[in-house]
Structures are given as C-alpha cells and as structure tokens.
C-alpha cells in the first residue's frame, strides 16, 4: 500500500521559532544563568589593567627654523605615519625602553617574570602591551600601553615617545654626518682642479696679453650677464615706473580695492578686514540704534581710526613705490654704462689670437662652479646639522590612570547577556533540529498521510473515576466524534489502539475513550490483547484470572471471560492469567481469534482492543489485522516520527486499516500549536459551573450483551 511522501515545501513563520523558545524555556534560562555566571566570576578574578597614553605629533623631517628658504621638503607621503606606527613597536624602539625602564626586573619583583631573561622575550611582553593608534587627517599618533601598575604604564608610555624622538634625530643625523664627509672628500679634489684650471688660465692671460676691464676678465660670459641685467633693470623701470602711476591716479576707494591684489602686505590685508567689519557692525547698529547713540558713536570712531590707518598705510605704500622706481632707474643707467664699455673692449677678444685663452677661461670658471656649488652645499648642510629639529613632539604626556580599563564589568555583563541568550536560542534550535519526534499536527499529516482525530492533554486523567472535569471529558469526545465520522462506508465499531513504542499513552486511551463512547449510552466492550505486559485490568479495577488466554486455549467460553466494570456500560476482556498468556500467544492469528473478533462486533456497540507497541512485538499488527480499523496513538515530542511511519506501513501491509492519529501527552497551555484545544480546555475550566462530585456507578450485570448493533450515528 502506497504511504504519502512528505511533503518538502514546510515553509517556517516567525511564531513557529517562538514557539521552540517559548517551548524550552528553561534551556535557554538555563545556559543564559551559567552564561551570566561564569563571565561575572572570570570577570572578577581578572586582574586589573590600567591604561596609560602619550600622544605625540610626528612629521616628516626638517628644521624648526627654516635657514635656507629655497630648501625643498618631502610632500605629502600617506605610507609616512603608517611606517611610524610600525617603527614605534620595533626593536630600535622598545629595546632601549625596556634597558632604560629596567622592565625585566620590574616584572619579576612583581611576580610576573619571563620563563627566561631574555630581551627578546621581553620585547614581545611589551610589544603586546603597547597599542599606537593614528587620528585621521592628522599627524597626531596615540601611543596606549596596558599594565597591572598604573605608574609602570605611565613611565612605559612616556619613555617610548622619548625613545622613539631621539632614535628619529640620531639616525638622521648618523645619515647627514656620513653626507658631510663625502661631500668633504669630493670638495678637496674639486678644489685641486679648480686650482690647475685657474693656473692655466692664468697663464696663457699673461702670455697673449689677454685685456682686463677693472679687475674682471673679459669674457663672453660677462658680456652676456651684463646685457642680460640690462635688459632686466630696464623691464623692471618700465614696470614700476606703469604700476606707480597707475596707483596714482585712483580714487581713495579704488586704491583700498587694488592694494592688495598689487602688494601683499599683511598690515593692508589687515585694516580692510578690521574696516569691513566695522562697516557691517555700523550696518548693524543703525537698525537698533539712533546717530546719537554712544554705541553709534563708539562705532564711527572705531571705523574713522581704521580709515585714518589705511590711508596712511597706502600714503607710505606709494612713497615706497616712488622710492624704489628711481633706484631702478639709477640702477638702469649704471648698468648702461658698464655695457657699453665692456662692449667695446670685446671687440678685441673675438680675434682668433685669443681663443686658448677662452677655452682655459671657461674650463677654469666650469670648474670653479663645481666647487662652489659643493662648499655652499656642504655649508649649507654643516648649517642645518645644527639648527634645532623637532620631528617628534609630545602633545599629551602619560599620567597614571586612576580607574582601569579591563576588565570592564558592565561591558562583560552586556555581551554576556547577548551571549547567553543567543547561545540558548542556539541550543533550543540545535535540539529542536535533532527532536525528529512529532511536535505538531501537521508533522502527522506531512509525515504519516494520516489525520488527526484527537489531542489529548498532559493534565488529563483517568476518566473511570469519575473525577474528571469536562475540559477533560471534551478532548475524548471530540476523539470520539472524529472516530465515528472516520469510519467511513464500512461502519465498523471494532477499533485496535495501537503504538510505535511502549509508554506513547494507548492503554490510558482506550480506557478513557471507552469511558467517553459509554456516556453517551453505547455499549462498550475492552480487549486487553496485549499478552505479555497487560494494564487494562488495573485501570478498570477487576480481577485478570480469566481472560482472552483462557478463551483461546479453549479453556472458556466468550460469556465467561467477559467481566462488567466499574463505569455504567463497560465491559472488559482481560488478558487473563500469567500462567497460560505466554502459551496463549501464537493463538492470536489462530481461527479462535478471528471467530471471537466477529463475535464481539455484533454483540456490543464499540469494541475497543488494547495491544502492545507495534514495533515491539507483533502481536499488534496480528491484532489489528483480525479488527481491520485501527488507530495509532504517538505521544507528542517523544519518540522520532520515522518509528509512527514505519508503525503505520507495518499496519497497512498486514492488511489494517489505520483510521487516524491521537497526539497525546500535550502541554496544551505550553505549545502555541495547538492554541485551539487549549481554546476549549480555557473555556471549561474558567466558566464550567461547580457541581457536586459524579457518583459512582453501579457495576452492570455480568451477561452478555444481546447481538442487535446500535446505530452511533444516531447518538451524536
């Protein structure tokens, strides 16, 4: 017989994980307690760091007071702070912090020495204990260590900005000093060829008879120099000469407005800044206040004395102007005259008479270039090695902490918090993935192919005392409704209870569904088939002497073996004595059986048979295939779903019919589930009206029920 595959499209909504947590409540209570617990303890038995930081500013090199101003400096480098980061924890740093701190011996008083003294060792401790962090768009670097002593991070702190600045001035200074020393060696060879260029020149001058203007040397060169300062001296008259009397002949507005795009002079830039703003508080002024008024006066006086400022600033501008116009034109004429006069005696010089003389010439001024290039450089270099350089700064200095830093308590709590209850959520879900056990009604229908005809809940009791309460009473009528619209065509009233496993609720069912199909006036008959471990007659409160045993081995007949029982219209077959229910096993597939099943069917209105777990033994599906309908009872998150499927293929191949399911043992007020049944035991238990307790029952006679069936369907 064909089974319904489960279907794979389970689509989960957000009450389905509420439901797992709500459900294992107390795992997740569990693990969020220890959680809590055991951060609190390791939090409290660590030991106290402190932190301590330095902040310090690190550029690139040069000196504080700028000597030569054409000197060029480094860009912008972006790897530049980055590599000061990791130079700050290297060797050539933290090797003399921990000699100078003496930090071996620090830490071994305090009982927290090195597995050995080794000065590696101790570089990776403090390597660890040492944090640099850099501020963005700055040149700011922040320099944390930790430590168990506040006053030892603090010295840690402030000794490596020290180490660090003065490892930065000695290394460049190493390098510049190796710089001068070459330079050194190549100025004492280039002197010596600046000397035997000079000398030839010399000489060859005295022998050709080279002319001298003053006590220069004409040359092309002094030639060229000179026309070329002439022709400077002259651009620079026409240019000032234009740019005074273009100044002159603006008005005292405009000349505020163009001083300062022509001259940039901070004093200028200044008064018009001051003025405009006088200007916009008089503005201000006059829409709260009258002319008269001192803050009015106050203000014209203040922006009167700033224009009286200005203008005897540009006043002294322009007579600057006119000053430095007629120096260049004395300049002009200077230059004019020595032009013409070297012009003349280069007429001399351009005859071929001259021409080793010009080449010694330039050879000794090329050469002389060359020296003085490398001595001013050299100069320049001796100078700078000896301004004042700060590459590093020190912004902020460690102080010792008051408070420490780790471990923070509060921090700790909050994560442990978060921890713990995603860490219990976990395991609810990590053990809700493993449960393959049957949690809802729709792993029934999804996973069996079977309806659910009943839910019982985990606080319903036996009903054959009669103390139950109807909310009780309501679950097992519904079971019994559901069974009889089940039926189907057949309309059959025998019906084996069956399970997958032992304990699953079967034996508790009959009971309480015969009591249930007696209420409502049906003539009710209990089979205890289950040889080997029988309940029925404990639950029912009769003697098991003689039961189906006894009937098939032949030793009774069907009349004797049936005992009436405590409850009005239940009557009950035990499972008989211990002595022959062993023997009597192989006799339930035997003709007996079947001839009492079809017996019992017309004889009573229900017959209910009790059997042992399916997949146990087979007694079972033997007696499930002489009923033909049976119903399989599964406990609800016990035993892994796979066992109630193969408990119903084992049933279906042996020929029974498995009308549905019964969930029992459900937290009904626990598991959102199944919300509707806890709907109606809600409502019996908040508005059933009190009444006195039930009586007990009369047991009926002990005969036999007459053959005629009653129609339930009538009685519902």
Same mark, same amino acid.
């Given at each position: 017989?064909?089974?319904?595959?489960?279907?794979?499209?389970?689509?989960?909504?957000?009450?389905?994980?509420?439901?797992?947590?709500?459900?294992?409540?107390?795992?997740?209570?569990?693990?969020?307690?220890?959680?809590?617990?055991?951060?609190?303890?390791?939090?409290?038995?660590?030991?106290?760091?402190?932190?301590?930081?330095?902040?310090?500013?690190?550029?690139?090199?040069?000196?504080?007071?700028?000597?030569?101003?054409?000197?060029?400096?480094?860009?912008?480098?972006?790897?530049?702070?980055?590599?000061?980061?990791?130079?700050?924890?290297?060797?050539?740093?933290?090797?003399?912090?921990?000699?100078?701190?003496?930090?071996?011996?620090?830490?071994?008083?305090?009982?927290?020495?090195?597995?050995?003294?080794?000065?590696?060792?101790?570089?990776?401790?403090?390597?660890?204990?040492?944090?640099?962090?850099?501020?963005?768009?700055?040149?700011?670097?922040?320099?944390?260590?930790?430590?168990?002593?506040?006053?030892?991070?603090?010295?840690?702190?402030?000794?490596?900005?020290?180490?660090?600045?003065?490892?930065?001035?000695?290394?460049?200074?190493?390098?510049?000093?190796?710089? #001068? $020393? !070459? %330079?050194?060696?190549?100025?004492?060879?280039?002197?010596?060829? @600046?000397?035997? *260029?000079? +000398?030839?020149?010399?000489?060859?001058?005295?022998?050709?008879?080279?002319?001298?203007?003053?006590?220069?040397?004409?040359?092309?060169?002094?030639?060229?120099?000179?026309?070329?300062?002439?022709?400077?001296?002259?651009?620079?008259?026409?240019?000032?000469?234009?740019?005074?009397?273009?100044?002159?002949?603006?008005?005292?507005?405009?000349?505020?407005?163009?001083?300062?795009?022509?001259?940039?002079?901070?004093?200028?830039?200044?008064?018009?800044?001051?003025?405009?703003?006088?200007?916009?508080? #008089? $503005? !201000? %002024?006059?829409?709260?206040?009258?002319?008269?008024?001192?803050? @009015?006066?106050? *203000?014209? +006086?203040?922006?009167?004395?700033?224009?009286?400022?200005?203008?005897?600033?540009?006043?002294?501008?322009?007579?600057?102007?006119?000053?430095?116009?007629?120096?260049?034109?004395?300049?002009?004429?200077?230059?004019?005259?020595?032009?013409?006069?070297?012009?003349?005696?280069?007429?001399?010089?351009?005859?071929?008479?001259?021409?080793?003389?010009?080449?010694?010439?330039?050879?000794?001024?090329?050469?002389?270039?060359?020296?003085?290039?490398?001595?001013?450089?050299?100069?320049?270099?001796?100078?700078?090695?000896?301004?004042?350089?700060?590459?590093?700064?020190?912004?902020?200095?460690?102080?010792?902490?008051?408070?420490?830093?780790?471990?923070?308590?509060?921090?700790?709590?909050?994560?442990?918090?978060?921890?713990?209850?995603?860490?219990?959520?976990?395991?609810?879900?990590?053990?809700?993935?493993?449960?393959?056990?049957?949690?809802?009604?729709?792993?029934?229908?999804?996973?069996?192919?079977?309806?659910?005809?009943?839910?019982?809940?985990?606080?319903?009791?036996?009903?054959?005392?009669?103390?139950?309460?109807?909310?009780?009473?309501?679950?097992?009528?519904?079971?019994?409704?559901?069974?009889?619209?089940?039926?189907?065509?057949?309309?059959?009233?025998?019906?084996?209870?069956?399970?997958?496993?032992?304990?699953?609720?079967?034996?508790?069912?009959?009971?309480?569904?015969?009591?249930?199909?007696?209420?409502?006036?049906?003539?009710?008959?209990?089979?205890?088939?289950?040889?080997?471990?029988?309940?029925?007659?404990?639950?029912?409160?009769?003697?098991?002497?003689?039961?189906?045993?006894?009937?098939?081995?032949?030793?009774?007949?069907?009349?004797?073996?049936?005992?009436?029982?405590?409850?009005?219209?239940?009557?009950?077959?035990?499972?008989?004595?211990?002595?022959?229910?062993?023997?009597?096993?192989?006799?339930?597939?035997?003709?007996?059986?079947?001839?009492?099943?079809?017996?019992?069917?017309?004889?009573?209105?229900?017959?209910?048979?009790?059997?042992?777990?399916?997949?146990?033994?087979?007694?079972?599906?033997?007696?499930?295939?002489?009923?033909?309908?049976?119903?399989?009872?599964?406990?609800?998150?016990?035993?892994?779903?796979?066992?109630?499927?193969?408990?119903?293929?084992?049933?279906?191949?042996?020929?029974?019919?498995?009308?549905?399911?019964?969930?029992?043992?459900?937290?009904?007020?626990?598991?959102?589930?199944?919300?509707?049944?806890?709907?109606?035991?809600?409502?019996?238990?908040?508005?059933?009206?009190?009444?006195?307790?039930?009586?007990?029952?009369?047991?009926?006679?002990?005969?036999?029920?007459?053959?005629?069936?009653?129609?339930?369907?009538?009685?519902?």
């Amino acid at each position: 017989m064909e089974t319904n595959q489960p279907s794979q499209d389970v689509r989960l909504h957000f009450l389905d994980y509420w439901r797992v947590v709500k459900l294992r409540w107390p795992i997740v209570l569990t693990i969020f307690l220890l959680t809590m617990i055991t951060v609190a303890t390791v939090t409290y038995l660590q030991p106290r760091t402190y932190m301590a930081s330095v902040r310090i500013k690190v550029e690139q090199e040069r000196p504080t007071v700028p000597v030569f101003e054409q000197t060029s400096y480094p860009s912008y480098d972006p790897y530049f702070l980055q590599t000061q980061n990791e130079i700050l924890q290297s060797q050539k740093i933290l090797y003399p912090v921990i000699e100078r701190l003496n930090l071996i011996q620090r830490w071994a008083e305090r009982k927290e020495g090195l597995p050995v003294a080794s000065m590696d060792l101790a570089f990776q401790r403090l390597k660890r204990q040492i944090s640099i962090r850099r501020y963005r768009d700055t040149s700011l670097i922040e320099i944390a260590v930790y430590d168990t002593d506040p006053q030892l991070a603090a010295l840690i702190a402030n000794e490596t900005a020290e180490s660090f600045e003065r490892e930065r001035l000695e290394e460049k200074r190493r390098q510049t000093m190796r710089g #001068l $020393e !070459k %330079l050194r060696e190549e100025m004492a060879q280039q002197q010596e060829r @600046m000397h035997q *260029a000079q +000398a030839k020149m010399e000489q060859l001058r005295k022998e050709l008879n080279v002319p001298v203007i003053g006590e220069t040397t004409l040359t092309l060169q002094t030639l060229q120099q000179l026309e070329n300062q002439l022709t400077a001296a002259r651009t620079e008259v026409v240019t000032r000469e234009t740019q005074l009397n273009e100044l002159k002949r603006l008005t005292p507005d405009q000349l505020r407005n163009a001083i300062s795009t022509i001259i940039n002079d901070p004093n200028v830039q200044s008064l018009l800044q001051n003025l405009t703003e006088a200007d916009l508080q #008089l $503005e !201000k %002024l006059k829409q709260d206040y009258g002319a008269d008024h001192p803050n @009015m006066r106050t *203000a014209r +006086a203040t922006r009167d004395k700033l224009q009286q400022q200005l203008d005897a600033r540009l006043e002294g501008i322009l007579k600057g102007l006119e000053v430095s116009y007629q120096m260049a034109v004395v300049r002009l004429n200077e230059l004019q005259k020595q032009f013409d006069d070297v012009k003349n005696a280069s007429l001399v010089m351009e005859s071929e008479k001259f021409l080793p003389f010009r080449n010694a010439q330039r050879e000794a001024e090329l050469e002389t270039k060359l020296y003085e290039a490398i001595k001013a450089r050299l100069q320049q270099v001796s100078i700078e090695l000896e301004v004042p350089r700060s590459p590093v700064e020190v912004v902020d200095r460690a102080e010792a902490p008051l408070s420490y830093v780790s471990p923070n308590m509060w921090l700790n709590l909050v994560l442990g918090t978060v921890v713990g209850l995603v860490l219990g959520v976990a395991v609810c879900f990590f053990i809700e993935f493993l449960d393959t056990s049957v949690k809802v009604m729709d792993d029934v229908e999804r996973y069996l192919g079977l309806p659910v005809i009943g839910v019982v809940s985990h606080e319903s009791g036996p009903l054959v005392s009669g103390k139950a309460d109807l909310g009780e009473i309501e679950a097992y009528r519904m079971l019994r409704t559901n069974i009889e619209f089940s039926k189907g065509a057949e309309q059959t009233n025998s019906f084996a209870i069956l399970s997958a496993a032992a304990g699953e609720g079967k034996s508790f069912t009959t009971a309480n569904l015969a009591c249930v199909f007696a209420q409502n006036g049906a003539r009710v008959l209990v089979v205890d088939s289950d040889l080997r471990r029988p309940t029925m007659h404990q639950m029912f409160g009769v003697s098991h002497e003689v039961g189906l045993a006894d009937y098939l081995t032949g030793t009774k007949s069907t009349e004797e073996i049936i005992q009436p029982s405590s409850v009005a219209n239940v009557w009950i077959i035990t499972s008989g004595s211990k002595d022959i229910t062993r023997s009597a096993l192989p006799m339930l597939t035997s003709q007996r059986m079947r001839d009492l099943v079809e017996d019992l069917k017309h004889r009573y209105d229900v017959v209910l048979y009790d059997t042992p777990p399916v997949l146990v033994v087979s007694d079972a599906v033997i007696v499930a295939r002489e009923v033909g309908a049976a119903i399989l009872v599964i406990q609800h998150r016990r035993y892994p779903r796979n066992m109630a499927r193969r408990a119903r293929q084992v049933v279906e191949n042996a020929g029974a019919r498995v009308i549905g399911v019964v969930v029992n043992n459900i937290n009904i007020r626990q598991d959102d589930t199944y919300y509707y049944y806890h709907g109606y035991y809600d409502y019996y238990h908040r508005h059933a009206p009190e009444t006195a307790p039930a009586k007990p029952v009369a047991p009926a006679a002990a005969a036999p029920a007459p053959a005629e069936t009653i129609q339930l369907k009538d009685k519902y």
